[in-house]
């Protein structure tokens, strides 16, 4: 692992700095800085976010590896320039591309698997966040083995007439349109029935309500399709290969929560929070048993950042991550649940206090945050069934019995 920047990335670095003191002032930063949000209620980009969003796909600093001709930055893979780009733009607070299961998940299938057609009407679309996206995958029968789901999807004519119900879809109640797997050969083996639709959410016949959480928000809803058409054309990808066209999704799915970022700023906030909180008539990161579990925390995240670094040299080396590329996810959410419980020790009493309350420490952030660590522990696959693909796939242990097909 080399970890400089040669004299040609050191200018690379300037001309990303230069553009960013061109396009993004101080009083965007002030306005519009760090509204990144990687899980929770995914909104509208602001006009002026989106207008910077254009001129950095533009100069190609933003979906790099998108082509032009879909509304990305298309340029040559480079894994050492987008670190750089990423490093440049956090530092000056500057909107990076969309995070959500559209930008992140839907578009990179749909380069894999959608026709012309879908990715002229949706990728560009999605991109800059005027099509809102989300995913219906889960149903109360089917979450863990996915392949269980029951949704039906009959062809009638030229269209499919959707029946069933989805659960834990998140922003269902904001979202324009929903990638779903549906049931479409009711006898075919369970893996082989399945299709990959895309959905408009204002279709007659579909129904959102949401769930309330223990965060008290509703991110979640459940959504139920009676009779609901869609064209003939929604499909992505071959008709009954839908689990061929999820796999690739979930693949994304699994970076995006694997990505170290926000862990990183999480302990940011960890260090503030413990020298803002009185312990004994002490800041509390004076605490010696604190301060140890606060370098814990953070060996950890360095030895989670160090790997992502192997990951990107492997990557530079066109070499296929295997069993280091299957870590992330299971390792960076639960470090995210140890500093998110980690804060609730810090806050003391006052992590009894809800998120929100004036006199809750940091307004209550931290246990906003440790409630949805439990969640991200779950979302894209829960922990258990990342050992288990870790042990299978990665380690070459047998298969659960319970899971043979
Ligand atoms: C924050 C969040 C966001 C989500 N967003 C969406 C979304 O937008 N769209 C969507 O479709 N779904 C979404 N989900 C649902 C998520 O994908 C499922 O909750 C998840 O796949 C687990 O399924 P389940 O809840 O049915 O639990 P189950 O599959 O019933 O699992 C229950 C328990 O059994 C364990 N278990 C199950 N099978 C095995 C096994 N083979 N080996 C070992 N242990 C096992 C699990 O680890 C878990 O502890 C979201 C969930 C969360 C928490």
Known sequence: MDLSYNAEYQAFRTEVRAFLDGHWSDGDRAAHGGSEVLIGRITRPEPRVTEFRMRAIEAGYLYRNIPRQWGGGEQPFDPLRSAIIREEFKRARAPREMVGQGPSMLVFTLLEHGTEEQKK???????????????????PGAGSDLASLRTRAELDGDQWVI??????TSNAQE????????????DAPKHDGISYLLIDMKTPGITVRPLRQMTGESDFNEVFFDNARVPRSAIVGDRGKGWIVSRSTLKYERALIGDTDINRRTLDG???????IDRRGRPAIEDPVLRGRLVEVETKLIAAELHSMRLLTMQSRGEEPGLPGMVPKLYTTQLSYEMARLAMDISGDGAALAPGEPE?????????????????????GTANIQRNIIAERGLGLPRDASQKR
């Not at 979202?175 to 009711?186: G, H, I, K, N």
């Open 121 to 139: 009407r949706f990728i560009r679309s999605t991109l800059l966040g005027e099509v809102l996206w989300c995913q219906g995958y889960s149903e």
């Open 163 to 168: 029946n069933g119900q989805k659960i834990w």
């Open 175 to 186: 979202a324009d349109w929903m990638f779903a797997l549906v049931r479409s050969e009711p």
């Open 270 to 276: 960890l260090v503030m929070l413990a020298r803002a």
């Open 360 to 380: 809750a420490p940091a307004m209550g952030m931290f246990v906003h945050a440790y409630l949805w660590s439990l969640g991200i522990l779950i979302a894209g």
